[in-house]
C-alpha cells in the first residue's frame, strides 16, 4: 500500500471579520507539528531555533479594513465601537496581506495591531492581557528590553480581569488570571505582590480542580520569598 503523504505543517484557515464581514485565509499551525521544547514559568513556550512558532499566527489581521483579533475576541460590539474603530483604523489602513508567512516584523505589528483593535473595541481584560503577554514571549525571543514593557501592561490588564471577574468565556479561569499576575509581578521584581497573588491561589475554592496552578503558584511562591528575603 502506497504510505500517506504527512500532512503540511501549515494550512490556510478561513475566517471572516467581525468588523466589516470580510471573508480571507490565514495561516496557522498545526500544533501536532510544534512540539515547545521547553515552556517558562509565565507558559511562554520555546520552540526549535528555526521552526515553527505557532504564536507567530495567533492573530488574524483584515486585510480589507484592519482590524486584527484572535479567535478569542467575542463576537459583540459595544455601541459606537464599530464605527470608533473604522475611524481609528480602518480609515488609515493600507491594504496589507497578513494571512502568508510572517517575518518577526510582521508578527509584531500583528499584535500591536491587535492590542490597539481590542482596546478600541472594549474586549475583556482577560484577552487584552493574552495578547499583551504573548507579545511579550515574542520579545523574550529577540532579548529585547521591550519585554518588560508589554510585561507591564499585560500585569495592568491582568489585574484588572480579576478585578472585574471578566475571565468567564475565556481560556483564562480565575487561578491562572492569579497565577499569571502574581508571576509577572515576579517578573518584574514586586515581590511582596507576587506572594500576595501566590497566597490568593493556596486559598481558592478551586485549588483542587487546577492543582497544576496550585502546585506552579506553590513553587514560584518559594522562590519569590528566597528573592524577597535576599534583598
Same mark, same amino acid.
Given at each position: 500500500?502506497?504510505?500517506?503523504?504527512?500532512?503540511?505543517?501549515?494550512?490556510?484557515?478561513?475566517?471572516?471579520?467581525?468588523?466589516?464581514?470580510?471573508?480571507?485565509?490565514?495561516?496557522?499551525?498545526?500544533?501536532? #507539528?510544534?512540539?515547545? /521544547?521547553? &515552556?517558562? @514559568?509565565?507558559?511562554?513556550?520555546? %520552540?526549535? $531555533?528555526?521552526?515553527?512558532?505557532?504564536? +507567530?499566527?495567533?492573530?488574524?489581521?483584515?486585510?480589507?479594513?484592519?482590524?486584527?483579533?484572535?479567535?478569542?475576541?467575542?463576537?459583540?460590539?459595544?455601541?459606537?465601537?464599530?464605527?470608533?474603530?473604522?475611524?481609528?483604523?480602518?480609515?488609515?489602513?493600507?491594504?496589507?496581506?497578513?494571512?502568508?508567512? #510572517?517575518?518577526?516584523? /510582521?508578527? &509584531?505589528? @500583528?499584535?500591536?495591531?491587535?492590542? %490597539?483593535? $481590542?482596546?478600541?473595541?472594549?474586549?475583556? +481584560?482577560?484577552?487584552?492581557?493574552?495578547?499583551?503577554?504573548?507579545?511579550?514571549?515574542?520579545?523574550?525571543?529577540?532579548?529585547?528590553?521591550?519585554?518588560?514593557?508589554?510585561?507591564?501592561?499585560?500585569?495592568?490588564?491582568?489585574?484588572?480581569?480579576?478585578?472585574?471577574?471578566?475571565?468567564?468565556?475565556?481560556?483564562?479561569?480565575?487561578?491562572?488570571?492569579?497565577?499569571?499576575?502574581?508571576?509577572?509581578?515576579?517578573?518584574?521584581?514586586?515581590?511582596?505582590?507576587?506572594?500576595?497573588?501566590?497566597?490568593?491561589?493556596?486559598?481558592?475554592?478551586?485549588?483542587?480542580?487546577?492543582?497544576?496552578?496550585?502546585?506552579?503558584?506553590?513553587?514560584?511562591?518559594?522562590?519569590?520569598?528566597?528573592?524577597?528575603?535576599?534583598?
Amino acid at each position: 500500500m502506497p504510505t500517506k503523504e504527512p500532512r503540511p505543517a501549515m494550512y490556510a484557515q478561513s475566517v471572516t471579520c467581525p468588523l466589516c464581514d470580510h471573508r480571507f485565509k490565514t495561516m496557522k499551525v498545526r500544533s501536532r #507539528r510544534a512540539t515547545p /521544547q521547553t &515552556i517558562d @514559568s509565565d507558559f511562554c513556550p520555546h %520552540y526549535e $531555533a528555526g521552526g515553527l512558532n505557532p504564536n +507567530h499566527y495567533h492573530i488574524s489581521v483584515c486585510p480589507e479594513c484592519g482590524f486584527a483579533f484572535s479567535q478569542d475576541f467575542t463576537d459583540d460590539f459595544p455601541p459606537q465601537a464599530k464605527e470608533e474603530i473604522r475611524k481609528q483604523i480602518s480609515a488609515k489602513w493600507e491594504r496589507r496581506d497578513f494571512g502568508r508567512i #510572517r517575518d518577526l516584523k /510582521q508578527v &509584531i505589528e @500583528s499584535y500591536k495591531l491587535a492590542i %490597539y483593535s $481590542a482596546a478600541l473595541k472594549g474586549e475583556k +481584560h482577560a484577552i487584552q492581557g493574552e495578547i499583551c503577554l504573548r507579545l511579550a514571549w515574542l520579545y523574550r525571543e529577540e532579548r529585547s528590553e521591550e519585554e518588560v514593557r508589554f510585561l507591564r501592561l499585560a500585569l495592568a490588564q491582568l489585574e484588572d480581569s480579576y478585578r472585574h471577574s471578566d475571565f468567564g468565556g475565556t481560556p483564562l479561569s480565575e487561578m491562572k488570571v492569579l497565577y499569571l499576575a502574581g508571576e509577572l509581578h515576579r517578573r518584574l521584581g514586586q515581590y511582596p505582590q507576587a506572594i500576595a497573588y501566590f497566597a490568593k491561589i493556596a486559598e481558592h475554592p478551586n485549588r483542587s480542580h487546577e492543582r497544576g496552578i496550585l502546585n506552579l503558584a506553590r513553587q514560584q511562591w518559594r522562590a519569590t520569598a528566597e528573592a524577597n528575603r535576599a534583598q
